[in-house]
């Protein structure tokens, strides 16, 4: 199983010196990827609850958040061979042609390396923000991908949808990867499963639940594969994780998932590979005692189980 980072990006750590620190770190202990996530804004008085926490806040980081394309442009730039992805883009928040020439940058930049996850988003304020309704997120993001896919490889490229219009043009360059960089969708349920089965490459799931339930929630992804008469075995399957590590174990059989001891976590892991998944993205939110080279010796520990 394929082991990624996420880079430092948001809160005090969210700097260019961390940032670029681990990702070279990371390639020199030979880690498959490096992940950024987004976040536009941090609302005072939000209009939607963040569905990672239990009281519905959102994270105090997320105040202090570096943007995510131009961050892996300057990881691009000082890296050779790890894979460098989104977990993941806010389609609505982009324009489908601008985006598509971001990542189209990246992809070139990084000679092939990109990976394009996408999500339909949660965030009413952000919505707002930039100026897309709230409403039908699902159907905007099934245009979204089939006008990027255009732009990526059609040589005379139009798009005639109810939310996105691109008259006939010329647009490159086209990106390393042929056809096109793969696609990763987060979300859950058949709507989200249904959309990969028709656009995308794979899935990018969050384990906010427990494993036996995320299980469950892979098995529906497969079965939705094989309904639609193709191979699971074509399709990525990724998760998101939220690693807390503590020196001592929680003593108790309800531990939350990646919470305990190295043990503990790489357990779970473990079990991760075992349900069938195949690259598990470590995300930190780290404190004000933050250091990469901890950081790093922690995902080496993990990475044993991974291997």
């Not at 100026?131 to 896919?149: H, L, S, T, Y």
């Not at 939310?163 to 058949?190: C, D, E, M, T, W």
């Not at 976590?265 to 470590?282: A, H, M, P, Q, Y």
Request: with cysteine; hydrophobic share 35%; proline share 6%.
């Amino acid at each position: 199983m394929k082991l990624g980072l996420s880079i430092p990006q948001v809160g005090v750590n969210g700097t260019r010196e961390n940032a670029l620190k681990l990702a070279q770190a990371a390639e020199k202990e030979n880690f498959e990827s490096l992940w950024v996530q987004e976040r536009i804004l941090w609302p005072i008085n939000p209009q939607s609850k963040y569905p990672a926490t239990p009281d519905g806040s959102l994270r105090e980081e997320y105040q202090h958040n570096l943007d995510s394309m131009n961050l892996l442009s300057y990881i691009a730039a000082n890296t050779s061979k790890i894979l460098l992805g989104t977990g993941v883009i806010v389609n609505a928040y982009h324009l489908p042609v601008r985006f598509a020439k971001e990542a189209t940058t990246v992809d070139i930049l990084s000679q092939g390396r990109f990976i394009c996850g996408l999500g339909i988003g949660w965030s009413k304020d952000e919505y707002q923000t930039s100026n897309v309704p709230f409403e039908r997120r699902g159907a905007r993001q099934d245009e979204f991908i089939q006008a990027i896919k255009k732009v990526w490889t059609d040589d005379v490229v139009e798009f005639n949808g109810e939310f996105y219009n691109i008259p006939a043009s010329r647009i490159g360059p086209k990106p390393v990867q042929k056809p096109h960089p793969k696609i990763l969708l987060g979300g859950f349920g058949p709507k989200t499963f249904e959309r990969i089965v028709n656009y995308a490459n794979g899935y990018l799931g969050a384990l906010a639940i427990p494993i036996p339930t995320f299980e469950q929630l892979i098995s529906g992804f497969k079965q939705a594969v094989e309904k639609a008469g193709k191979n699971p075995d074509n399709f990525d399957v990724s998760t998101l994780t939220f690693p807390q590590i503590s020196e001592t174990s929680s003593g108790n059989g309800d531990r939350f998932p990646m919470t305990g001891t190295i043990e503990e976590v790489g357990s779970d892991i473990e079990k991760l590979k075992e349900i069938g998944v195949d690259r598990v993205i470590l995300v930190e939110f780290a404190g004000d005692d933050y250091d990469v080279d901890k950081s790093i010796q922690v995902a080496k520990e993990l990475k044993k189980f991974a291997d």
